[in-house]
């Protein structure tokens, strides 16, 4: 499977991962908006360098470990889960993305998602961690 651009959301733990490929489209970020546009049912990822109250920082020494960028934001993915239409908490999803034209913005289609087989720790009976 070739890389993609795009993201994965956990809703059992409120965590948004951005895939390290989605980064490189962007050319490197400090930081990145997540806006959802409801009504087109698309969530798109911008960079940005200057710090908000809204930027998500980039921490791009966890992201070499764990490859992957991830956010705790549990409001946005209760948020995401109404959008999509899902109950809360949900399984995990991954959806793909495209850089736009402008070189600064990953368009992301809600409705294009693939349910993730992660096995629920609690109902399998072992503690992990």
Known sequence: MAMES????????NEINIRTKTLKDLRSP???????NEK????LIRRCEERDNDAFPIDYAAVEIDKK???KAKPL???LANVIGLPYPSQTLRFCGN????????????DDHQFLPYPDR?????RHG
């Open 6 to 13: 795009g993201i994965t959301v956990n809703f059992s733990n």
């Open 30 to 36: 400090r930081f990145v908006h997540i806006f959802i």
């Open 40 to 43: 087109e049912r698309h969530l």
């Open 69 to 71: 960028c991830r956010f």
């Open 77 to 79: 993915v209760i948020y």
């Open 99 to 110: 850089l736009l034209e402008d070189g600064d913005t990953v368009l992301i289609d809600l």
């Open 122 to 126: 609690r109902i399998m009976g072992v």
